[in-house]
């Protein structure tokens, strides 16, 4: 399937006609002869304190994006533009772009790494500016976003799911039973201390992955 048709597939999940800007970003080379389908999953959005739609559960569920306080926050959960203009400047993206690069796939020229695997966030509701989402998390939160990634895996039918944030996915409840043939994997988010720890080794962690998962041999 192609890309075009995978998010054309991924927008139309209830949720995304929503809040479209939040759909996963997709590669451009997220299908090669080259390595197997990757899906990366970090913990969750932010939003600027100014910011209030998200504070209550409910309301954010059954509200969309032009109901933000400031029409010009929609920038903070565009994984679109995010990928596009904020790579070299958001040190998760920048940080995952490097594990690829540093992985032994070959790649094509004029691709980046983030051009090679998907990505979305765990959490559908953001938190706070700079506030790991546990602080926030509701049973309703819980719910909502199991239901919309069991959404996103039956569309992307990843081989490989790689969680950056131990803390979504201790929250996955029945998710990985659902999907047996999918390899799931999780690490440090890369903007933790345990990233470049020597003992812990979050980003070495992810680049073996790749090597040992991702990349096809030939």
């Known amino acids: 399937m192609s890309v075009d048709e995978l998010k054309k ?25 080259a390595h197997k389908k990757l899906l990366i999953v970090a913990e969750s959005f932010y939003f600027p304190n100014s910011e209030t739609l998200h504070r209550e559960p409910q309301k954010w569920y059954q ?16 994984l679109k533009y995010q990928f596009e203009h904020h790579v070299k400047k958001n ?46 998390a509701t049973p309703l939160d819980l719910e909502k976003s ?3 990634l069991g959404k996103v ?3 992307l039918q990843p081989d490989i799911v790689i969680f950056v944030s131990k803390y979504a996915y201790s929250c996955l409840g029945n998710v990985k ?9 999780v690490t440090y988010h890369p903007q933790c201390r ?12 992810v680049i073996r992955i790749l090597n040992e998962e991702f990349v096809k041999i030939t």
């Open 9 to 33: 597939q991924l927008y139309s999940i209830d949720f995304y006609q929503q809040y479209p800007s939040m759909t996963p970003f997709v590669g451009s080379n997220y299908e090669s002869n």
């Open 63 to 78: 509200s969309t994006a032009k109901d933000l306080d400031n029409p010009k926050h929609v920038d903070w959960i565009d």
């Open 91 to 136: 040190f998760i993206y920048k940080k995952l772009d490097s594990c690829i690069l540093a992985s032994h796939l070959v790649i094509n020229k004029g691709h980046r790494g983030i051009d090679e695997f998907a990505f979305t966030n765990f959490f559908q509701r953001p938190a706070r500016d700079m506030q790991s989402f546990k602080w926030s």
């Open 146 to 148: 199991q239901e919309i």
């Open 153 to 155: 895996l039956s569309i």
């Open 177 to 185: 039973k659902l999907f047996p043939q999918i390899k799931f994997f």
């Open 194 to 205: 345990y990233w470049l720890d020597k003992k812990y080794d979050g980003r070495g962690i």
